[in-house]
């Protein structure tokens, strides 16, 4: 695997930060999908003007989109490599982005504090 795009200990709550190279309008629905060993680990499919909060949390301005995750969600994943996809579909059709390469590390102490 490449270097990592992106990095999260188990047990955190990090926040990943996603620059794309277009703009979503009111319409467009975001996926974010993370996997790890070819098994989907947690997926969030929302329209962006969706405030509810389903497995993951994308907030989107302009073109940058952040994804929260929460301490419990962390904890599905195993220590290891990890790969994150966006997919969305806008008012100009569907696209697919280059899977993230993203590394999850084993905490000292695990659980939810």
Excluded: Y
């Amino acid at each position: 695997m490449r270097e990592p795009d992106f990095f999260f200990f188990r047990g955190c709550s990090p926040v990943l930060e996603l620059w794309l190279p277009l703009s979503l309008d009111e319409q467009s629905v975001l996926c974010a999908t993370f996997s790890q060993g070819g098994q989907i680990m947690l997926e969030c499919v929302q329209n962006v003007q969706s405030h509810s909060r389903s497995e993951i949390a994308p907030e989107v301005d302009g073109r940058m989109v952040r994804l929260a995750l929460t301490e419990q969600e962390t904890m599905d994943f195993l220590p290891g490599d990890c790969e994150l996809q966006l997919r969305v579909r806008t008012e100009a059709g569907s696209d697919t982005f280059f899977p993230l390469c993203g590394a999850v590390g084993q905490a000292r102490k695990e659980g939810v504090l």
